[in-house]
């Protein structure tokens, strides 16, 4: 009889991130189904844009320290109508970029519409949209807030995304379900 080894479980790390607030969402992936770990919102307070930087640094850091994750993701900027809500974005995913590779840790980029189309089977899906799914496919017994909900997200696009299962030596993740005409993921 062979003896058949334990499942280790990969955890994935996603963050949503913004200069006012940065979602993270952590995740273990236990075989090929996806589990909730833990989700938050670091808040950072008023003040100059170098000190609420600072604040994503220490608070992501706590977040690697306490979850551990073996993979993180992370939300690819997009071009605001606002140049200047573009570039503080981008500063915010600078100051998470830096907190994980000085954890060791290398990143995954997906852009909004990757996102919302694994998780809802819409790229253009709004937030609530994009909360449902997360909550019914983690089956939570409450919504996230969504910054939370989107960094949940973001780690679930990385698990689905099928380098999480190959860097692993595990097949690829099988099909959520069904597409349904509308555009909508059976559960």
């Not at 949503?16 to 770990?37: E, H, N």
């Not at 997906?110 to 809802?120: E, L």
Request: aromatic share 4%.
């Amino acid at each position: 009889m062979e003896e058949q080894k334990p499942v280790v479980p990969i955890r994935i790390l996603g963050i949503d991130p913004g200069s006012r607030v940065t979602g993270y969402g952590v995740i273990d992936i236990i075989g090929v189904k996806p589990c909730y770990v833990a989700s938050g919102c670091i808040r950072t307070a008023e003040g100059a844009l170098e000190q609420r930087l600072a604040q994503i640094y220490a608070g992501l850091s706590e977040v690697v320290g306490l979850h551990r994750p073996s993979q993180v993701a992370i939300e690819r900027v997009f071009m605001a109508k606002n140049p200047d809500s573009a570039l503080k974005l981008g500063q915010a995913r600078g100051a998470a970029m830096v907190c994980m590779a000085n954890h060791g840790l290398s990143l995954a980029e997906y852009a909004a519409r990757q996102i919302k189309q694994a998780v809802t089977g819409q790229g253009g899906a709004d937030k609530e949209q994009v909360q449902h799914m997360v909550t019914a496919i983690l089956q939570l017994s409450a919504t996230p807030q969504a910054d939370a909900a989107d960094a949940l997200a973001i780690a679930l696009t990385h698990a689905y995304n099928g380098s999480v299962f190959s860097s692993h030596g595990l097949p690829a993740a099988p099909s959520r379900g069904r597409r349904r005409s509308a555009g909508r993921w059976r559960l």
